[in-house]
């Protein structure tokens, strides 16, 4: 967000007075927080290059690339891949599913309509009242065209995507419908009538946050500690080229530092490319993931607690070694999941 709003500011004026070694630095860092931010690094990108005012701006083609380049010359010799495969490994996979689609279309509107309802309907009068905006440039708000195509651009990505929304997938749409909504307002007849309205909804928006949102987010920040836990078991107990098979690499994997097997395909390629074929459940039950090595250990989590225990994965033996209770998985999924380490045993020929 810090970074988006970096981006608004030093891109909202007129060409000759653009901060565009900052815009480019912003846009540049936005795709390694979230990697979605490329798309919006090529919208503004595209709109310079139609823009004779802005096509030579060294300045931002130097700042949006060197912190991409930076990072490419340690993740592809890392994971083999500039930025992880986010969408493909948050979608849905074997197709468009037509009740997740509807489920997602919900889910989006709801996040709109409890983040920033009257800014988001100023957002979308905008548009009615001048679709242009998306191509039209604007001599005083250079970066408009670009910022109003994004706020479309990524929601139809992820619903064509079939992505499964949650919240922190719009942190960095939901700022920009904000200042362009509550810029559609304020040109409103009676402004200050509809400023007061917004800072009553920002009012109902912090104290949702503070009574919901922020237990829930704290509950599961403490109770993460458990997989920590599994991960520094596995730094403290294991040889350093175990390879461990998880679906939640990120807090495992650093606090293990041990080679991860990403069975959500978040970084694995050939993870996603299967999951293309089957199903997510059969790539675990069927030990489909074992055709991209033969894991040490298993990091599963479900609900009722370690129910691989004995179980037999291809000609491995799941043995549990550690259960850890983690709170919720967010405000969509609110009851408690366990975290189960198995030792993944091979058994005699």
Not at 121 to 150: H, N, Q, T, Y
Request: net charge positive.
């Amino acid at each position: 967000v810090l970074l988006l709003v970096i981006a608004l500011e030093a891109g909202r004026r007129s060409a000759d007075q653009v901060a565009w070694t900052r815009l480019g630095i912003a846009l540049g860092l936005l795709p390694l927080v979230r990697p979605e931010g490329i798309l919006l690094l090529g919208l503004v990108g595209l709109l310079m290059l139609v823009d004779g005012r802005t096509r030579r701006r060294t300045a931002f083609w130097i700042g949006a690339a060197a912190p991409l380049l930076v990072w490419s010359s340690f993740a592809v010799p890392y994971f083999g891949a500039v930025l992880p495969a986010t969408l493909q490994a948050k979608s849905t996979p074997l197709g468009l599913v037509p009740s997740r689609f509807l489920a997602n279309v919900i889910t989006l509107g709801a996040l709109y309509a409890v983040a920033l309802a009257l800014p988001a309907l100023g957002w979308f009068a905008g548009l009615v009242r001048r679709p242009a905006r998306l191509w039209a440039r604007d001599r005083e708000d250079w970066i408009a065209p670009a910022m109003w195509s994004w706020t479309i651009a990524l929601p139809v990505v992820y619903l064509v995507r079939d992505v499964q929304v949650v919240s922190r997938y719009l942190e960095i749409v939901l700022p920009v419908v904000l200042v362009l909504g509550v810029g559609e307002l304020t040109r409103l007849p009676r402004p200050r009538l509809w400023q007061a309205l917004v800072a009553v909804e920002i009012t109902g928006v912090l104290l949702f946050t503070t009574l919901r949102v922020m237990p829930s987010a704290n509950g599961f920040g403490r109770s993460l500690q458990g997989i920590v836990e599994i991960g520094e078991w596995l730094r403290n107990n294991t040889a350093a080229g175990t390879l461990v098979a998880a679906y939640d690499i990120g807090a495992l994997g650093y606090a293990s530092d041990r080679r991860v097997l990403d069975l959500g395909g978040l970084v694995h390629a050939g993870i996603n490319d299967l999951r293309n074929e089957v199903a997510d459940s059969e790539i675990l039950a069927e030990a489909r993931f074992l055709e991209f090595g033969t894991p040490d250990f298993l990091v599963d989590r479900d609900p009722a607690g370690p129910v691989l225990e004995g179980r037999q994965l291809g000609r491995l033996r799941c043995e549990a070694v550690m259960t850890r209770r983690v709170e919720n998985l967010g405000l969509t999924r609110p009851e408690p999941v366990h975290y189960t380490l198995y030792r993944l045993v091979p058994l005699p020929r």
